[in-house]
């Protein structure tokens, strides 16, 4: 920026009125905030207004004191007034469980079984003596069975577990009936008593022993013969490993006929009880000795071509 000469009268004029203006500036801004020491015009003084609370709304609920007047507000005291606050309490839901409390069993107290008075059992108003026979065989065929007792009618009824057979009234002192041999095909023990049809007279119970019958102590263990041709089996004793060779015809121990032989199985019939019994071809010969073993079936007699 250049800067001026003051030497220069014009340059010195243009200073000097530039003071003069700036001084008449500074007598401006001090009458004007300050004066001159005039009293006769006074400014008033500006006094702040404090703001005045707004008035608090308050609900029935609360019961608080109204405001107090708008010409007390001006004393501060008068403004401290008490609050009457009353506090509500949350409800909170309880803990669904306390981890310090655990469940307790209570102490069982054993009790006194009483053990009650058996009632006496009635006296059966007929009497069963006896039964004949009084065991016989499975898988034989129908027989007859005769009771023996007191006190018979012939209203009255043999049964056997439950199931009413077909009754003859021999007298007052006997009876009897024919037991089917669906009812002996397997081993055990049968319940036998008489009884009227309408259950007012019945007997006390007996037991008919079902055995199991003798079963032929023999293993198939070869045959002899062609393919065309099946003329001796080859039996074993299961207890003296003896070697037996039968035919069609022959009894074994006395007891058992053989009536058929084929390649998978024996057929015996018992000739006391009338059973058949079934021998199915086994390889459980003794091996050590070779006449103990299945005899190979022969495919010729002839060996030469």
Same mark, same amino acid.
């Given at each position: 920026?250049?800067?001026?000469?003051?030497?220069?009268?014009?340059?010195?004029?243009?200073?000097?009125?530039?003071?003069?203006?700036?001084?008449?500036?500074?007598?401006?801004?001090?009458?004007?905030?300050?004066?001159?020491?005039?009293?006769?015009?006074?400014?008033?003084?500006?006094?702040?207004?404090?703001?005045?609370?707004?008035?608090?709304?308050?609900?029935?609920?609360?019961?608080?004191?109204?405001?107090?007047?708008?010409?007390?507000?001006?004393?501060?005291?008068?403004?401290?007034?008490?609050?009457?606050?009353?506090?509500?309490?949350?409800?909170?839901?309880?803990?669904?469980?306390?981890?310090?409390?655990?469940?307790?069993?209570?102490?069982?107290?054993?009790?006194?079984?009483?053990?009650?008075?058996?009632?006496?059992?009635?006296?059966?108003?007929?009497?069963?003596?006896?039964?004949?026979?009084?065991?016989?065989?499975?898988?034989?065929?129908?027989?007859?069975?005769?009771?023996?007792?007191?006190?018979?009618?012939?209203?009255?009824?043999?049964?056997?577990?439950?199931?009413?057979?077909?009754?003859?009234?021999?007298?007052?002192?006997?009876?009897?009936?024919?037991?089917?041999?669906?009812?002996?095909?397997?081993?055990?023990?049968?319940?036998?008593?008489?009884?009227?049809?309408?259950?007012?007279?019945?007997?006390?119970?007996?037991?008919?022993?079902?055995?199991?019958?003798?079963?032929?102590?023999?293993?198939?263990?070869?045959?002899?013969?062609? %393919?065309?041709?099946?003329?001796?089996?080859?039996?074993?004793? %299961?207890?003296?490993?003896?070697?037996?060779?039968?035919?069609?015809?022959?009894?074994?121990?006395?007891?058992?006929?053989?009536?058929?032989?084929?390649? %998978?199985?024996?057929?015996?019939?018992?000739?006391?009880?009338?059973?058949?019994?079934?021998?199915?071809?086994?390889?459980?010969?003794?091996?050590?000795?070779?006449?103990?073993?299945?005899?190979?079936?022969?495919?010729?007699?002839?060996?030469?071509?």
């Amino acid at each position: 920026m250049p800067t001026s000469d003051i030497r220069n009268p014009s340059e010195r004029k243009k200073v000097i009125g530039a003071l003069v203006l700036g001084l008449l500036a500074v007598i401006l801004l001090w009458w004007t905030f300050f004066g001159f020491g005039s009293s006769s015009t006074t400014n008033a003084p500006r006094t702040t207004r404090t703001a005045t609370p707004a008035p608090v709304r308050r609900t029935t609920a609360d019961r608080v004191q109204p405001d107090p007047p708008a010409d007390s507000r001006g004393d501060l005291l008068d403004q401290l007034v008490p609050v009457n606050w009353q506090s509500s309490s949350t409800s909170v839901p309880e803990a669904r469980r306390n981890i310090f409390v655990y469940y307790e069993a209570p102490k069982l107290i054993p009790k006194e079984s009483i053990i009650p008075t058996p009632t006496p059992t009635p006296v059966p108003p007929v009497l069963l003596a006896n039964l004949s026979p009084a065991s016989v065989y499975a898988r034989t065929g129908d027989f007859n069975l005769e009771i023996a007792g007191d006190k018979f009618t012939p209203q009255m009824r043999v049964m056997i577990d439950g199931n009413e057979l077909p009754t003859r009234f021999l007298g007052p002192q006997q009876i009897s009936a024919t037991v089917p041999a669906s009812v002996i095909a397997s081993p055990g023990a049968r319940q036998v008593m008489v009884r009227s049809s309408d259950g007012k007279f019945y007997s006390n119970t007996a037991t008919l022993s079902i055995a199991d019958p003798p079963r032929p102590n023999f293993n198939y263990v070869g045959i002899i013969g062609d %393919k065309r041709h099946i003329d001796i089996a080859i039996l074993q004793d %299961k207890s003296s490993k003896e070697i037996l060779n039968l035919q069609r015809g022959d009894l074994l121990g006395g007891r058992f006929r053989l009536t058929s032989i084929s390649e %998978k199985e024996l057929v015996l019939i018992d000739n006391n009880l009338k059973i058949k019994h079934t021998l199915a071809f086994s390889s459980q010969g003794d091996r050590g000795n070779p006449l103990q073993r299945p005899t190979p079936r022969v495919e010729s007699e002839d060996d030469e071509p």
